[in-house]
């Protein structure tokens, strides 16, 4: 089942996985991009946020520089986003 917390490993707005400890998700709120890095816990994963944006460009430069080896893929997807979040645009495809 999908949730709607951010925090929860099956958070319903993810936009993309960038490697094992590191995804993107869109707010809850539907206004910006979220950098998440993966969270031990007792009873499964969380996600903690680490950075937040509205801009694709920003988005990048806060991946890259924060979670190291970002899958090919998954860097190709983040550039396919809109220049600018957009509520309900948030995700590409």
């Known amino acids: 089942m999908n949730s709607h917390r951010e925090s929860d490993d099956s958070y319903r707005q993810v936009v993309v996985i960038l490697n094992e400890s590191w995804r993107i998700v869109e707010c809850n709120m539907a206004v910006q991009w979220i950098l998440q890095r993966a969270k031990n816990k007792r009873c499964g994963r969380a996600w903690a946020s ?23 893929s998954a860097r190709t997807f983040l550039d396919t986003l809109p220049t600018r979040f957009e509520q309900n645009a948030g995700r590409a495809g």
């Open 50 to 72: 680490e950075g937040f944006c509205r801009s694709r460009e920003a988005l990048i430069r806060l991946s890259t520089g924060k979670s190291g080896q970002i899958e090919p």
